[in-house]
């Protein structure tokens, strides 16, 4: 798959979309006297863990002591899960798998590099990187949530998603007994299907409080946190991605073998 769901690709942005000064505004920043802040208390959590409003206010307070009130940008580079030679079902769980492990604090700490204005106004706050991209992969999967129309919208969308990945799966299996030659495209849409799948799993793990609290500050973060009904799917940054077709040697029915003939006899 050469691109990752609009979701997915989403949230990959809103954890990482701060705006980098220019070079000429970076040299003036840190020309100035940096603020003395108060310490904040942000500490890494595990994505279904929820948010809670003093978690949100202090990510709003912090916000405001960064240059540009923009978190440091996160540029998370993802790799496609490989499936060559793998059975179908080892397959799905295998894209699965690497949905979750893109919403992750390790996948958007790869490449974080804060400029050193930013780095030291983290380190006054005692606010480290993988605090910070907990609390915005936490934030950023409810205003996905959001986006796609709240808990029920999700619950239908992974019904239908679902639905359309048995549906790719009974087309597959028929080309395949009919000896058809299978597009990649096939691949491709089952791939991008259960991909979406576990993005709404993840999103329908999340508990139903966050959305409360986001709502509360929703005037504040949206100085903050880009609109995600206009952002245009990007080229994802995705290394070793290709589309090659699993085995399926499990659903195949298996070849009649010919019986053996004994010595002096005559098959029938």
Known sequence: MKRISLAITATLLLAGCGEAPTPREA??????????????NITVKDLNEPLTEAEV????DLMK???????PE?????????VQGLHLDQAMQAWRGA??????????????????????????????????ASLMLRMSCTVGMEALGGRRQVAAQRVITDDKIQSIIMVIQRMHKSGEPIADSYWQGLEEAV???????????????????????????????????KMVT?????????????RFDDLAPPKPQPKRVRSGQTSR
């Open 195 to 229: 991909s979406l799948s576990e993005y709404l799993n993840i999103l329908l793990e999340l508990p139903e409080s966050n959305q409360t609290v986001i709502a509360a500050y929703r005037d504040e973060l949206k100085s903050i946190l880009p609109d995600q009904s």
């Open 65 to 71: 002591s960064l240059p540009g009130g923009k978190p």
């Open 234 to 246: 990007p080229q994802e940054k995705r290394e070793n991605s290709q589309i090659v077709p699993v």
């Open 57 to 60: 206010a202090s990510f709003v």
């Open 74 to 82: 996160f540029s998370p580079v993802t790799t496609g899960a490989k």
């Open 27 to 40: 040299d003036r920043v840190e020309q100035e006297a940096a603020p003395q802040y108060a310490p904040l």
């Open 99 to 132: 949905v979750r492990d893109a919403l992750t604090v390790k996948t958007l700490m790869t490449g974080w590099s804060p400029r050193s204005q930013a780095r030291q106004i983290l380190g006054v706050r005692k606010v480290s990187g993988p605090a910070l």
